[in-house]
Antibody, heavy 111, light 112 residues
Framework: QVQLKESGPGLVQPSETLSLTCTVS????????VHWVRQPPGKGLEWMGIIRSGGSTDYNSALKSRLSISRDTSKSQVFLKMNSLQTEDTAIYYC?????WGQGVMVTVSS | DIVMTQGALPNPVPSGESVSITCRSS???????????LNWYLQRPGQSPQLLIYWMSTRASGVSDRFSGSGSGTDFTLKISGVEAEDVGVYYC?????????FGSGTKLEIK
């Protein structure tokens, strides 16, 4: 059974760096791609980026300068790092392989 | 970027009625492999999105056959045959053809 679970801080200061972890089970990161998607409160879904089964990445050009996705296949974990956070980055952050989604982690950017 | 535009529903919809949700893409999602890279998701209130349909018309595992997808290269429809209470939520279409992957703004379904 495919499962994904996000973890990370719920509150981040403006201008600081967000670090999130997605821990997966039921599949191998060397077989499936994992995406990050975010959703501001009350709004729609925004694709952030992908790390493919081979380890290559692609990012939403709107976030590319601030975003990095990496992984540790031995731990079945995918990492998201995004710097220079602003209030508009307040959102629920999901990891997904499209068929399976994590429960999401709410991140609030505020001082 | 490919823009995805979704239509609205005349909410609330009576239980048991059939509804169609529309989605239009600014570029054809038909790829040279013959597949059309259009997905549909349902996000129930307070929950994560759930994949319903991929490749425009293929139901995801465990999805009720009340849900069906159809369309052309740029115009798509998700049909729900006989809406039920559990169908309440926001439906999103998404293109998987090229990066950045993009979603429609969502179509809300309420049931009477």
């Amino acid at each position: 059974q495919v499962q994904l679970k996000e973890s990370g801080p719920g509150l981040v200061q403006p201008s600081e760096t967000l670090s999130l972890t997605c821990t997966v089970s039921g599949f191998s990161l060397t077989s499936n791609s994992v995406h990050w998607v975010r959703q501001p409160p009350g709004k729609g879904l925004e694709w952030m980026g992908i790390i493919r089964s081979g380890g290559s990445t692609d990012y939403n050009s709107a976030l590319k300068s601030r975003l990095s996705i990496s992984r540790d296949t031995s731990k079945s974990q995918v990492f998201l790092k995004m710097n220079s956070l602003q209030t508009e980055d307040t959102a629920i952050y999901y990891c997904t392989d499209w068929e399976g989604w994590g429960q999401g982690v709410m991140v609030t950017v505020s001082s | 970027d490919i823009v995805m535009t979704q239509g609205a529903l005349p909410n609330p919809v009576p239980s048991g009625e059939s509804v169609s949700i529309t989605c239009r893409s600014s570029k054809s999602l038909l790829y040279s492999d013959g597949k059309t890279y259009l997905n549909w998701y349902l996000q129930r209130p307070g929950q994560s999105p759930q994949l319903l349909i991929y490749w425009m018309s293929t139901r995801a595992s465990g999805v009720s056959d009340r849900f069906s997808g159809s369309g052309s290269g740029t115009d798509f429809t998700l049909k729900i045959s006989g809406v039920e209470a559990e169908d309440v939520g926001v439906y999103y279409c998404q293109q998987g053809l090229e990066f950045p992957l993009t979603f429609g703004s969502g179509t809300k379904l309420e049931i009477k």
